[in-house]
Nanobody, 122 residues
Framework: QVQLVESGGGLVQPGGSLRLSCAAS????????IGWFRQAPGKEREGVVC???????WYAESVKGRFTISRDYAKNTVSLQMNSLKPEDTAVYYC????????????????WGQGTQVTVSS
């Protein structure tokens, strides 16, 4: 079964940076699409960045140029480097896995981590 565990969330000032990590079960990064989603209070869960295949990566317009996803196949981890953070980025961030070819819709992902809180505030 696919298991995902997020870590790295916390409190950061506007303009600061955080690096989130997602520890995945073995081979998950090889055989599944991987995505980061976030959900702010009172809002729907939305895609942040999704890797549907080895050569297709989608970033939400709101995070382009600020967030970067990376995968470490040897360690079975996925990271989300978040720079120039804004208060609007405050949310619970989730790591998710779905079938290869999945897009940016939450309905396309079958496995989810527990989430990690990111709060951007001065």
């Amino acid at each position: 079964q696919v298991q995902l565990v997020e870590s790295g969330g916390g409190l950061v000032q506007p303009g600061g940076s955080l690096r989130l990590s997602c520890a995945a079960s073995i081979f998950t990064l090889d055989y599944y699409a991987i995505g980061w989603f976030r959900q702010a209070p009172g809002k729907e869960r939305e895609g942040v960045v999704c890797v549907s295949s080895s050569d297709i990566t989608w970033y939400a317009e709101s995070v382009k140029g600020r967030f970067t996803i990376s995968r470490d196949y040897a360690k079975n981890t996925v990271s989300l480097q978040m720079n120039s953070l804004k208060p609007e980025d405050t949310a619970v961030y989730y790591c998710a896995a779905g079938a290869l070819g999945s897009g940016s819709r939450r309905e396309e992902y079958d496995y989810w981590g527990q989430g990690t809180q990111v709060t951007v505030s001065s």
